[in-house]
């Protein structure tokens, strides 16, 4: 269990951070040991954010009655079904393959990992809880968009949860690894 739960950072805790001063974020992109790989990384938690940031819009929209209920169900099922399904392979990825190869670098910061597969836990439980309120939404608003008011109200609320938990798991993953992976020059 780790001693830094993703609902009480505001960032990653400084006894993890001993490498991100010798490589600060704004010096990533430029760097000569950048390997294809990490930027592939990055971009899949881009595109992370940006799944997250379209279900939250779409439920809002549906709510502000600028969308109906049938394009919510189409567009929530669509976006909803390729952050979870996405995400939960980058999760399996990174705890089977990516971080134990990590730790077989370097074990410096395998309490760091450990705190990142814990996240991992607590956003699998965030995506179910998402999951359900959509799919009940997506039932309720094929039939008729009033019905389904309330139901869109819940996914707005998982789905800004979801969106938060993910923004700091993400940010506090890449400010860990990305500093490892340039210093050991990992490709
Ligand atoms: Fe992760
Ligand atoms: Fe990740």
């Known amino acids: 269990m780790t001693n830094y739960p993703i609902s009480t950072r505001t960032e990653l805790p400084e006894e993890f951070q001993t490498l991100l001063k010798d490589y600060p974020r704004e010096a990533w992109e430029k760097h000569p040991d950048m390997a294809p790989f990490t930027q592939n990384w990055l971009e899949a938690h881009a595109m992370f954010r940006r799944l997250g940031k379209i279900i939250v819009k779409d439920t809002q929209r549906f709510l502000d009655k600028s969308r109906s209920g049938e394009d919510f169900a189409k567009r929530i099922g669509f976006y909803g079904g390729q952050l979870v399904d996405n995400l939960t392979r980058h999760h399996h990825f990174e705890d089977e393959q990516f971080f134990p190869t990590i730790s077989s670098v370097t074990p410096d910061f395998d309490r760091g990992l450990e705190m990142l597969e814990s996240d991992h836990e607590a956003l699998t439980k965030t995506m179910e809880d998402f999951v359900i ?19 869109a109200g819940k996914v707005l609320e998982k789905a800004q949860a979801l ?25």
Do not use: C, T, Y
């Open 133 to 151: 309120s959509g799919n009940n939404a997506i039932d309720l608003a094929v039939q008729d968009d009033a019905k389904a008011i309330d139901a």
């Open 163 to 187: 969106q938060d938990f993910l923004a700091r798991h993400l940010a506090d993953e890449e400010d860990l690894v990305v500093p490892i992976l340039l210093h050991h020059k990992m490709r």
